[in-house]
């Protein structure tokens, strides 16, 4: 017999996993028994532990992600859809809908333009909309920037 | 071949036989065997050169201490373990026989399961609908755009996942522990908001699954459970059994 998994999802679905490691690496690893004067294989540069909903790492980019996430969320309809691993992974870029992509380039370019001096030059670069990584945003101001004069 | 010394995979009752298609760490496979003292043996095989943590010698570790445990109880090692020879071991296995005896009595019939929380996949409605201070920050961001409303925004959903997760595992945690003989905090995994082992006779395994999955539902808005099980008693190896305590 193998060890299974389960995991419990809002659905309550079962995933047996058999002879998955990862769940109890950490136990296979740092619990068990121990002879102290035996030798132990050396686990420098493991790389521990990964857990499926890698959330909650405490970091500015992860904050702006959340915030995000929570300003696009749509309380009276169903609002269920967006999952944690979506918000952290680079899946959130093609989920965004372009008009939530706009408002958060546009608030963040105009802080930007604030703390720069405001000098509203634009240039043209179209492709700036494909990307939402946060080190990109700067090109994402200037296409924002310029659609927002176009509906104006 | 060059002697790298003895992997020691669990100690178990001397009466105990090995698996059937039994394999160890290394690649090809090292075959394992029992080294006898007394009450207690030793399950070994020699040691592949230049062992690290592969993934391939992990998986061989915890099968054949999954399969030794269906035919009795079982002190896992911890991944890794090497004596340097035959005598040392055995020297060890004298010197300890009484108290590993005592602890394969105690773990006898019984199975560890680990459980782990964290955040659940869709807990940003939930959070925001429930939380005011949440749904203010929120209100802000938007009538106010701009970074420093966004970064208190996420600051204030990244804390309050990761304590409604806590919070829900710690409920569950305390549910679990009655029906478990004893319960142990696992080590801390980054992600995780609650991790921890049951002790639980393998007769009550069903019933502890049923609850453990009727606890997520319950909760399901908060934390996602991740039970693994039945496992070979890793974290109660200590010999004294910790009290079944509630586990933070």
Do not use: F, H, K, Y
């Given at each position: 017999m193998t060890m299974t998994t389960t995991t419990y999802s809002d659905e309550v679905?079962?995933?047996?996993?058999?002879?998955?490691?990862y769940d109890v690496l950490e136990l296979i690893l740092d619990r068990g028994m121990v002879i102290d004067v035996f030798v132990r294989v050396s686990l420098v540069g493991i790389e521990i532990l990964k857990i499926d909903?890698?959330?909650?790492?405490?970091?500015v980019d992860t904050y702006l992600r959340f915030a995000e996430a929570c300003n696009r969320l749509?309380?009276?309809?169903?609002?269920?859809?967006?999952t944690i691993p979506e918000l952290l992974g680079g899946g959130v870029a093609k989920s965004v809908g372009k008009r939530k992509v706009k408002r958060a380039a546009e608030s963040v370019g105009d802080t930007v333009r604030k703390a720069v001096g405001g000098s509203d030059d634009e240039d043209t670069e179209e492709e700036a909309e494909e990307q939402e990584q946060p080190r990109r945003r700067a090109p994402a101001r200037s296409s924002a920037t310029k659609r927002r004069r176009a509906e104006a | 071949m060059a002697d790298h010394g003895l992997y020691v995979y669990a100690v178990i009752r001397s009466g105990q036989r090995l698996p059937a298609n039994a394999r160890g760490v290394g690649g090809p496979p090292a075959a394992p065997r029992i080294l006898r003292e007394g009450a207690i043996a030793a399950v070994v095989s020699d040691a592949p050169p230049q062992l690290r943590a592969r993934r391939r010698d992990l998986l061989a570790h915890q099968e054949l201490l999954l399969a030794l445990s269906e035919d009795g109880p079982v002190l896992p090692m911890r991944f890794g373990v090497v004596a340097t020879d035959e005598q040392a071991l055995r020297e060890q296995l004298a010197e300890a026989g009484t108290r590993h005896l005592a602890t394969l009595e105690q773990l006898a019939g019984r199975v560890e399961f680990n459980l782990k929380a964290v955040?659940?996949?869709?807990a940003l409605a939930a959070l925001v609908r429930e939380d005011p201070a949440i749904r203010q920050l929120r209100e802000d961001a938007r009538h106010r755009p701009g970074y420093a409303a966004d970064l208190r925004l996420g600051e204030a959903v990244a804390t309050a996942l990761s304590r409604r997760a806590a919070e829900a595992g710690t409920h569950v945690v305390r549910e679990l522990t009655s029906l478990a003989h004893a319960v142990a905090a696992g080590p801390e995994v980054q992600g995780c908001a609650v991790n921890a082992s049951f002790l639980v006779d393998r007769d009550d395994v069903e019933h502890f699954t049923a609850t453990a999955r009727q606890l997520a539902f319950t909760h399901h808005e908060r934390a996602e459970l991740r039970l693994a099980g039945p496992l070979p008693c890793y974290s109660f190896v200590?010999?004294?059994?910790?009290?079944p305590t509630a586990v933070t």
């Open positions: 679905v079962c995933r047996p996993r058999a002879g998955t490691l909903a890698r959330i909650v790492v405490a970091s749509d309380l009276e309809r169903d609002s269920g859809s967006t | 955040a659940a996949q869709n200590a010999g004294q059994i910790p009290a």
